[in-house]
């Protein structure tokens, strides 16, 4: 090597020297950054909380108090939105100079503190509007009467108007009515389309709490959707609107026959501002109209703009929310005939009857007008609303997030899209619905835009009153979320705190929530779980999202994305992905940037995928078809079948013409092999036949087994594995380093051999500590690294592969992440215990041994609720040069460790235990244990004589309406969050030990 050096020139030596200490260096700085960041987590990454306030419910002091508790525990960001749900209304009407002023006043404590605020787009949370949207302005339906007339005669009657067409989640009920057309059709022709208010988009309701809807609608070419019945001819149609007067009095020769008029005009369709402070109740606007909303926001964020200003930039108001979409479906706006020519090429007005379930021409021409109808709806919304929305945000300063699902007519991915931080929305799996596709969603709208942050509206919860929740509860589907994506966590819900802190738990919002807010009992522990989360979702911030399989949705809308049934571990309300990445893609999405390189689909400062999946529809619009043939040809791999026709009626039938020729051309025929056949385009691949064309099934994809099995062909290794399947993962990649954040998903330990795709040297970083340290147990075999890793229940790690040093084969037999630990000592005998006076419990108590408080003769620690110190003084010969740990045992349920004086932290997940080196001392040693527990233990002793209603509270400055209320001895919250408290006796609560003094 030496003599091969000497002969280099020195220039050159010094070229490879200073490019040598250059990549290494840079490498090295950027492990040393991420690996600071990693031990003390930016802000940028931190938690936040929805802000909710209660229908008028304000304290201008309160306010402060809340903002300056999220600060303490770590919340960096809020999402501000004002509702009306379960409590007496307060004195401060939502927009009033008041109200406005206390906004005001919430922005600049939040400058003044470091906190983000995002504001939602309209009172409640999920719309944008309020009594000031007109019926002009308010989403409309085209809607219509049916009048059967014998013919052959002059008819004069007086038409009767519409009714509007509500449904049970949007009801306000307004006169408003317009006509558009009268028609005459022969009565023999009845309403026979199936599921025409989905497909006429009269309604939309929750995907994830409604049985039966539908993530997306059949194709519209594959088969009859009707019920027999008389198909209309255009011929059969007679237009009469000219006959009709202004009163709506039909004069009309009408022809022999029996005839049903039909009179449709528009009407407001009901949605409304929800669940909304009452002042401010009122229609929702257009949603296809930027007008309408323009109008919207001047009278309510442009007011608050302007009382705001100036703000700052990294601080305050920072924020445009567009909350779960739960508006419903409009199918009518103003101008949407001209829209509708411009965006699909002909004239939708003979085709109007369809709205009434009717078929016209024939199944698959009214299928496909529906189609068109609801793509042009789409795209009304997505252009005149949310990229609306997005540049108003811009204009102002302000970042624009959504969350784009429950009840959206327009496709949750399309309209994620747009934000500047898409946002999914999951309930607590054991308190709520099950929503974890909007999980997915979010994260592929993420994975495929290239956008670094998901957040999420995490632990949503109906029922969750008894405040069962706490960090160690969460914490497996908090890893859950990690592993699939979610890197901004929002916890639903911090309700304001108006009635201080003297009455708790206090305000909450209605029955909803998991109840994180400064009323909570552990809230002065919560700080170490929050750093978790920080350290974590920064963590997953980090490069790019790796997956394997795009998953292609079909065209058209409403489109919910969910894979294959076999793509997901069976979990409950939290299904973990397996072996493999995977995302969800629309064709919009697809079109507009997917590129090919080396074989894979490639979106350009994203992800990268190695195959793609098509769905099982027999159309495609040949824009689409296009795409994916230009991607094959330039290198891209495919499974699917081949499309057969357009889905629409634009350049009808010539459309159906260009999908087969290329069709062909791509696939080679149009019928499936018997067997699963690979064809080349290009310089692509194209599987499909055999067990892949499962369209039979009623399956959306073919099986993930079987795209497996291509994957497999392809060379493709799996991603991550486990010996015993019990560890969950996600993965995320930059430039030098591989990510993985794996956890256990069980509630034991566990002892895995798990197996990474990916080379390196390999470390352990530790979460919920900051710690990183090296691994030496490890092996290669077929270009993946195998690690043995021991887990304790839910216990979670990153590993990162650096690329310096590739090369190593290192087996060396030292276990890189559990130490191996030794008893010191046993903490046996008495504590004293002293617990809050002001929540029930003696000052000071002895506990001769440790125990449940729920088992305790004393009433006052029985029903405890809050914190409570244990003491303890201990005797230690010597202390060596080893880590030293204090080992809780068993905790009910949070714990802060001081030593000798010193705050050493918050013990609040498994392994229940926290170093004390740096503490311990030669001799006596003086610990002191908090221990913090949940509200239910007071609540239920509060409901029981001696205690139960003692008190009466009334607030006489007019919050909760002034109103007189009867309550427990040491408890008050609203009466709205005791609903479902069917809690009989306490749960259980305390240090159980043992506590024992251990080292490695």
């Known amino acids: 090597m030496n003599t091969i050096i000497s002969r280099i020139q020195p220039l050159t030596v010094v070229c490879f020297m200073l490019y040598t200490t250059f990549f290494f260096g840079q490498h090295n700085d950027e492990k040393s950054a991420l690996k600071e960041d990693f031990k003390n987590p930016p802000s940028t990454s931190a938690p936040g909380v929805y802000w909710y306030f209660m229908d008028g419910n304000l304290s201008r002091e309160e ?69 000031w949207v007109t019926p002009e302005e308010s989403m409309k339906h085209l809607v219509y009467s049916e009048t059967e007339v014998k013919g052959n005669k002059k008819i004069k009657i007086k038409l009767p108007i519409p009714e509007q067409r509500s449904t049970q989640w949007h009801n306000l009920k307004d006169p408003y009515y317009e006509d558009v057309a009268v028609y005459a059709i022969p009565n023999s022709v009845k309403p026979t389309i199936k599921d025409i208010n989905e497909k006429a988009l009269y309604e939309r309701d929750p995907y994830s709490s409604k049985p ?167 795209e009304l919304v997505l252009e005149n609303h949310v990229e609306f929305a997005k540049k108003y945000a811009h204009r102002n300063g302000l970042e624009l997030t959504i969350e784009p699902y429950d009840m959206n007519p327009a496709g949750d991915l399309d309209l994620g899209a747009i934000a500047d931080v898409i946002m999914a929305e999951f309930w607590s799996k054991r308190f709520g619905y099950v929503t974890w596709y909007a999980v997915l969603e979010a994260t592929s709208i993420a994975h495929i835009t290239g956008r670094p942050i998901v957040g999420a509206e995490v632990f949503t919860s109906s029922n969750e009153q008894a405040w069962q929740e706490y960090p160690w509860s969460m914490k497996d589907q908090s890893d859950w979320a990690l592993a699939l994506g979610v890197n901004r966590f929002i916890y639903h819900t911090f309700a304001h705190k108006p009635l201080g802190d003297e009455y708790r738990p206090g305000m909450t919002m209605g029955q909803y929530g998991v109840h994180w807010d400064r009323g909570q009992t552990w809230w002065p522990m919560v700080e170490a779980y929050h750093k978790y989360i920080n350290r974590s979702s920064h963590m997953m911030q980090q490069g790019q999202a790796v997956s394997d399989i795009l998953y292609l949705t079909p065209e058209g809308a409403p489109m919910v994305f969910t894979p294959p049934t076999d793509a997901l571990e069976e979990n409950g309300a939290i299904p973990d992905k397996k072996k493999y990445g995977f995302d969800g893609c629309s064709p919009k999405m697809l079109m507009d940037r997917a590129l090919v390189e080396n074989g894979k689909i490639v ?83 194209i599987y499909w036949g055999g067990q892949l064309n499962n369209m039979e099934t009623g399956e959306l994809y073919p099986t993930f087994k079987n795209t497996l099995e291509i994957l497999s062909e392809l060379n493709v290794p799996i991603d991550f594995s486990s010996e015993n399947n019990t560890i969950r993962f996600g993965h995320r990649k930059t430039k030098n380093r591989d990510i993985y954040f794996v956890a256990n998903r069980t509630d034991h330990f566990q002892s895995e051999k798990c197996t990474f795709r990916a080379q390196g040297t390999p470390e352990l970083w530790l979460p919920t500590t900051g710690e990183t340290r090296k691994i030496t147990d490890y092996s290669l075999k077929d270009g993946s690294t195998v690690i043995p890793l021991e887990f304790f229940p839910y216990e979670s790690f990153f590993i990162t592969f650096s690329k310096n040093n590739t090369n190593q084969t290192n087996t060396r037999n030292n276990n890189g992440n559990f130490e191996r630990l030794t008893p010191v000592k046993t903490l046996q005998g008495s504590w004293l215990v002293s617990f809050d006076p002001k929540n029930g419990g003696p000052e000071n108590i002895v506990f001769n041994e440790l125990q449940d ?148």
Not at 95 to 119: C, D, F, P
Not at 871 to 876: D, H, R
């Open 853 to 1000: 408080w729920t088992s305790h003769e004393n009433r006052g620690v029985k029903y405890y609720s809050g914190i409570a110190s244990y003491k303890k003084t201990f005797e230690l010969e010597g202390v060596d040069d080893k880590k030293y740990f204090i080992d809780l045992g068993k905790v009910n349920d949070i714990a802060r460790v001081k030593l000798n004086g010193k705050d050493l932290g918050v013990v609040w997940c498994a392994p229940w235990r926290i170093e004390v080196s740096g503490a311990l001392q030669e001799g006596a040693n003086e610990l002191e244990i908090e221990v913090a527990n949940r509200w239910i233990n007071r609540l239920l002793g509060d409901q029981q004589a001696p205690d139960a209603n003692v008190r009466k509270v009334k607030f006489n400055n007019g919050l909760l309406g002034g109103k007189e209320f009867t309550t427990g001895r040491y408890t008050f919250t609203t009466k709205a969050a005791m609903r479902s408290f069917k809690f009989k006796k306490p749960l259980l609560s305390g240090l159980l030990g043992p506590v024992q003094l251990i080292k490695n």
């Open 63 to 131: 306010m402060t108090k809340d903002l300056e508790s999220m600060k303490e525990v770590g919340i960096s960001n809020l999402i501000f939105l004002e509702v009306g749900i379960g409590v007496p209304r307060g004195p401060i009407d939502f927009m009033s100079a008041e109200w406005q002023e206390l906004y005001v006043h919430a922005v600049r404590e939040a400058e003044r503190l470091g906190i983000k605020i995002l504001l939602g787009a309209g009172p409640g949370w999920c719309g944008s509007g309020g009594p």
């Open 212 to 378: 039966n809807v539908k993530p997306f609608l059949p194709d519209p070419t594959g088969g009859s959707n009707v019920d027999g019945g008389k198909i209309l001819d255009h011929g059969d149609v007679i237009n009469i609107t000219s006959f009709m007067e202004p009163n709506g009095k039909l004069v009309w020769q009408a022809p022999k026959g029996d005839w049903t008029i039909i009179r449709m005009g528009k009407r407001v369709t009901g949605a409304s501002t929800r669940p909304s402070p009452e002042p401010v109740i009122g229609l929702e606007s257009n949603k296809m109209d930027s007008v309408a909303f323009k109008n919207h926001l001047a009278n309510y964020t442009d007011i608050l703009l302007e009382k705001t200003a100036p703000r700052k930039e990294d601080s305050g108001w920072t924020g445009f929310h567009m909350d779960s979409w739960e508006s419903g479906a409009q199918n009518w706006t103003e101008g949407i005939v001209e829209e509708f020519i411009k965006r699909r090429g002909y004239d939708p007005e003979p085709y109007f009857l369809t709205y009434t379930g009717r078929t016209v021409k024939s199944t698959e021409i009214t299928e496909r007008f529906l189609w068109d109808l609801r793509q042009t709806c789409k």
């Open 603 to 685: 979106f350009p400062g994203a992800s990268s995928y190695e195959i793609m999946v098509l769905p099982n529809f027999e159309s495609m619009t040949p824009a689409l078809l296009h795409k994916i043939a230009s991607l094959v040809e330039q290198g891209a791999k495919i499974i699917g079948s081949p499309p057969h026709k357009s889905p629409s009626l634009t350049d009808y039938p010539e459309c159906d013409d260009q999908v087969k020729t290329m069709a062909e051309k791509l696939w080679g025929k149009l019928q499936p092999p018997a067997t699963r056949q690979k064809v080349k385009y290009g310089n692509g691949t």
